[in-house]
């Protein structure tokens, strides 16, 4: 059952921007739902699901690697570069993933994602007061 862009937002811990901007990106799928005299896209649950454990993936992955890794650190997998702890873009990806679970995540998931972040030297506040 398709939901609503500000329902799938709620999920994820974003704002609208940022599910229009994983929209843009193929992320997260649309249908049009028409109800009496309206058309409204909707996120399909099956997009949503799948980007909710691609986040689950990158932070299991991030957790096992070490900064003498020659894997990008935000669990993508792919090769860095001599020297280079991310991927262009990647830093914030991280951030983006530690935040959802402090946020979003249970007790273990939280206790995860804050030694993820200080394993990374990430603040924590600023990462909080910051918008998405």
Same mark, same amino acid.
């Given at each position: 059952m398709p939901i609503s862009k500000s329902e799938a937002g709620a999920r994820l811990g974003v704002k609208q921007p940022s599910i229009d901007h994983l929209i843009k990106q193929g992320r997260l799928d649309v249908v049009s739902v028409t109800t009496s005299h309206t058309v409204k896209d909707k996120v399909t649950e099956k997009s949503l699901y799948t980007e909710l454990a691609e986040r689950h993936r990158l932070f299991g992955n991030a957790l096992s690697l070490t900064d003498?890794? *020659?894997q990008c650190l935000c669990g993508c997998g792919a090769k860095t570069n001599q020297g280079k702890y991310y991927l262009a873009g @990647?830093?914030? =990806?991280? *951030?983006?993933?530690? =935040?959802?679970? +402090?946020? &979003?995540? &249970?007790? +273990?998931? @939280?206790? +995860?994602?804050?030694? +993820?972040a200080m394993s990374r030297n990430i603040n924590i506040h600023a990462l909080l007061t910051r918008g998405f």
């Amino acid at each position: 059952m398709p939901i609503s862009k500000s329902e799938a937002g709620a999920r994820l811990g974003v704002k609208q921007p940022s599910i229009d901007h994983l929209i843009k990106q193929g992320r997260l799928d649309v249908v049009s739902v028409t109800t009496s005299h309206t058309v409204k896209d909707k996120v399909t649950e099956k997009s949503l699901y799948t980007e909710l454990a691609e986040r689950h993936r990158l932070f299991g992955n991030a957790l096992s690697l070490t900064d003498d890794s *020659e894997q990008c650190l935000c669990g993508c997998g792919a090769k860095t570069n001599q020297g280079k702890y991310y991927l262009a873009g @990647h830093d914030q =990806k991280l *951030e983006g993933i530690i =935040k959802f679970f +402090l946020i &979003n995540g &249970n007790s +273990l998931d @939280h206790q +995860l994602a804050v030694s +993820l972040a200080m394993s990374r030297n990430i603040n924590i506040h600023a990462l909080l007061t910051r918008g998405f």
